[in-house]
T-cell receptor
Framework: AQSVTQLDSHVSVSEGTPVLLRCNYS??????LFWYVQHPNKGLQLLLK??????LVKGINGFEAEFKKSETSFHLTKPSAHMSDAAEYFC??????????????FGAGTRLFVKA | GAVVSQHPSRVICKSGTSVKIECRSL??????MFWYRQFPKQSLMLMAT?????????EQGVEKDKFLINHASLTLSTLTVTSAHPEDSSFYIC????????????FGPGTRLTVL
């Protein structure tokens, strides 16, 4: 069965320091993997997506994630946190269905706090 | 870029009444849309897949008669919570694929439902 595990419910960093949000997945197929960000009272925004083209995926706002098949991980990183990065982050897996289409499964989310 | 809108953004209703939530794709067509439910400080849970011109596909454990979905056109899907009860209070989010054959989604801003 497909699943997504975000290893930290919340992460706190100081502004200007690196960010690491951890995600592990399990899937019977070769899934698409995503990171979405949710700011308060706003819709989810796509940060980046992994298909199979490259294991290191660069996204918006300086974020990137590395797909490691051997570790079934897709951790999100950013070299230097900004106050505006404070939000909820979701790791997402999308698996194809037998009947066509796909099913999206969300991780539990990681709340990122950025201290001045 | 493409936008998905939801209306209303917030709704408060009395127990036993029905509430309709609209999800629109503003500048693109969506033969498929998805409905999610998000409890406070929790992740998104896929409720159902809305299919234009055919019946919606519900995830296991989601009551079809409770959550009526109608995909009336290529730009509109509606979710009706029938005979709402306080336990139906939640944040409902819709999404639509960014294009045919892609599993990357645009998400709506969500609708906060409070049942008194």
């Amino acid at each position: 069965a497909q699943s997504v595990t975000q290893l930290d419910s919340h992460v706190s960093v100081s502004e200007g320091t690196p960010v690491l949000l951890r995600c592990n997945y399990s899937s019977s197929y070769s899934p698409s993997l995503f990171w979405y960000v949710q700011h308060p009272n706003k819709g989810l925004q796509l940060l980046l997506k992994y298909t199979s083209a490259a294991t290191l995926v660069k996204g918006i706002n300086g974020f990137e994630a590395e797909f490691k098949k051997s570790e079934t991980s897709f951790h999100l990183t950013k070299p230097s946190a900004h106050m505006s990065d404070a939000a909820e982050y979701f790791c997402v897996v999308s698996d194809p269905r037998n009947t066509g289409g796909f099913k999206t499964i969300f991780g539990a989310g990681t709340r990122l706090f950025v201290k001045a | 870029g493409a936008v998905v809108s939801q209306h209303p953004s917030r709704v408060i209703c009395k127990s036993g009444t029905s509430v309709k939530i609209e999800c629109r794709s503003l500048d693109f067509q969506a033969t498929t849309m998805f409905w999610y439910r998000q409890f406070p400080k929790q992740s998104l849970m896929l409720m159902a897949t809305s299919n234009e011109g055919s019946k919606a596909t519900y995830e296991q454990g989601v009551e079809k008669d409770k959550f009526l979905i109608n995909h009336a056109s290529l730009t509109l899907s509606t979710l009706t919570v029938t005979s709402a009860h306080p336990e139906d209070s939640s944040f409902y989010i819709c999404s639509a694929p960014q294009g045919k054959g892609t599993d990357t989604q645009y998400f709506g801003p969500g609708t906060r439902l409070t049942v008194l």
